[in-house]
């Protein structure tokens, strides 16, 4: 995290007049390699993570690097009832569902992680059930194939949030996994809009003339990330301070200066911000 985040943050939180942490549910919080996109906003002191990961030794990763007041708990989410968790050579690939053996034939280089090392039974919590979680503002969730049971269980507590960032896939990894259509369709439903993918992965089709290519490109989708909010199209449906916390997730965690102006400007508008405020942020942004 730089100075000149730590300020433009300042700037943001003046001109939004919001001085509250945000409340960031991260299910399936293993890192992978990967620092979380919040990552800075949680250097700077400006949310509490509830994350969840069943993995005893991702946990330790996790708890190495919290923040004041963040918790990460053993709990994997989704339906209530037990299911088999199918723990895999690569240990961003366990789910509680079954690698699809067609696609391990069709896309190249998934094979070696998709061993299957271990089985093991596994509890699962509902997330409207959770005396853990008070309040969802930004729910981020990667939990290979089942984030459908863990919305459709969730509706309660998702009734809080402004934003969705979660794992799609285009083509299936696993046996009866939702498509990218069905978790579009459950989040609009919850009230969410799609903003943008935040990343997209694409492999390689197998075939046995694909090694006497030079630079042969990937062209296949398989999975990625996507961010939904609440429709600040409809601004008339949202409440000032979900503007705010909109507008600190947008620029804060994903640097979308555009959306966080918009939302100053519907505050704007209803006397809750200021142009000289508003301006300042600005001028830290263009620094």
């Given amino acids: 995290m730089s100075n000149a985040f730590a300020k433009r943050i300042k700037t943001l939180r003046a001109a939004l007049r919001y001085d509250e942490k945000l409340h960031i549910t991260d299910v399936g919080a293993n890192p992978m390699n990967f620092e979380a996109p919040y990552k800075d906003l949680q250097d700077n002191g400006d949310v509490v993570v509830t994350g969840f990961d069943p993995q005893a030794e991702t946990l330790v990763t996790l708890t190495e690097g919290r923040g004041e007041g963040d918790r990460y708990l053993p709990h994997?989410?989704?339906?209530?009832?037990?299911?088999?968790?199918?723990?895999?050579?690569?240990?961003?690939?366990?789910s509680l569902l079954s690698i699809r053996r067609p696609t391990l034939?069709?896309?190249?280089?998934?094979?070696?992680?998709?061993?299957?090392?271990?089985?093991?039974?596994?509890?699962?919590?509902?997330l409207d059930d959770l005396d853990d979680i008070q309040r969802i503002d930004l729910l981020k969730i990667d939990i290979q194939g089942a984030e459908m049971m863990v919305f459709e269980n969730g509706?309660?507590?998702?009734?809080?949030?402004?934003?969705?960032?979660?794992?799609?896939?285009?083509?299936?990894?696993?046996?009866?996994?939702p498509s990218f259509g069905n978790i579009d369709v459950?989040?609009?439903?919850?009230?969410f809009v799609p903003h943008s993918f935040y990343h997209t992965v694409t492999r390689h089709v197998r075939s046995r003339y694909l090694g006497h290519v030079t630079d042969a490109?990937?062209?296949?989708?398989?999975?990625g990330d996507i961010l939904y909010f609440r429709d600040l199209s409809c601004p008339d449906d949202l409440t000032s301070d979900q503007l705010r916390?909109?507008?600190l997730i947008a620029d804060g965690i994903y640097g979308f200066t555009?959306?966080?102006?918009?939302?100053?400007?519907?505050?704007?508008?209803?006397?809750?911000?200021?142009?000289?405020?508003?301006?300042?942020?600005?001028?830290?942004?263009n620094s």
Avoid at 116 to 121: G, I, K, R, S, Y
């Fill in 217 to 223: 490109k990937r062209t296949h989708l398989l999975d």
């Fill in 186 to 191: 459950t989040l609009r439903n919850l009230g």
């Fill in 105 to 126: 034939f069709f896309l190249m280089g998934l094979k070696r992680a998709a061993q299957l090392v271990e089985t093991a039974e596994m509890e699962t919590r509902r």
């Fill in 258 to 285: 555009d959306y966080a102006l918009r939302c100053m400007d519907e505050l704007e508008r209803r006397n809750e911000a200021d142009e000289d405020s508003i301006l300042a942020y600005v001028k830290a942004v």
């Fill in 245 to 247: 916390k909109m507008a």
């Fill in 155 to 177: 509706k309660d507590k998702l009734a809080t949030a402004v934003a969705v960032h979660s794992e799609i896939n285009f083509f299936p990894l696993y046996d009866d996994q």
């Fill in 76 to 94: 994997a989410i989704g339906d209530g009832k037990s299911h088999m968790l199918n723990i895999y050579k690569g240990s961003g690939l366990t």
